[in-house]
């Protein structure tokens, strides 16, 4: 019943910026994490941003810190990622995620974290 959609992926430019978008549905509970991941080809899936509803703590990965910000949106478990700056590295599937409960956001972005429901994703590709 829960439903996460992600949207504003494209072909950017190096340099240029996207903002994408998770629009969520079916979950109407206080408590989460929610956050973005993105996969490339080959390799793992990587934890970007995440979020905690608790106390609107983030996390981001070293490779995106300055460049990404994570920001609440009007619905509950709804999320937007504003990337600037970005380089051909940042190509991927970007996923939305939602972890239930009260945790931080490590919990949910670490490589030893996990989530609870998933978007289908959306492709961002940078190249120029």
């Known amino acids: 019943q829960v439903r996460l959609v992600e949207s504003g992926g494209g072909l950017v430019q190096p340099g240029g910026s996207l903002r994408l978008s998770c629009a969520a549905s079916?979950?109407?509970?206080?408590?989460?994490?929610i956050g973005w991941f993105r996969q490339a080809p080959g390799k793992e899936r990587e934890g970007v941003s995440c979020?905690?509803?608790?106390?609107?703590?983030?996390y981001y990965a070293s490779s995106v810190k300055e460049r990404f910000t994570i920001s609440r949106g009007n619905a509950k478990a709804a999320s937007y990622l504003q990337m600037n700056n970005l380089k051909p590295e940042d190509t991927a599937v970007y996923y939305c995620?939602?972890?239930?409960?009260?945790?931080?956001?490590?919990?949910?972005?670490?490589?030893?974290?996990?989530?609870?429901?998933w978007g289908q994703g959306t492709q961002v590709t940078v190249s120029s």
């Open positions: 979020r905690s509803s608790s106390d609107g703590s983030t």
């Open positions: 079916g979950f109407g509970l206080n408590y989460y994490t």
């Open positions: 995620a939602v972890k239930l409960g009260v945790w931080r956001p490590d919990d949910q972005c670490s490589a030893s974290g996990s989530s609870d429901y």
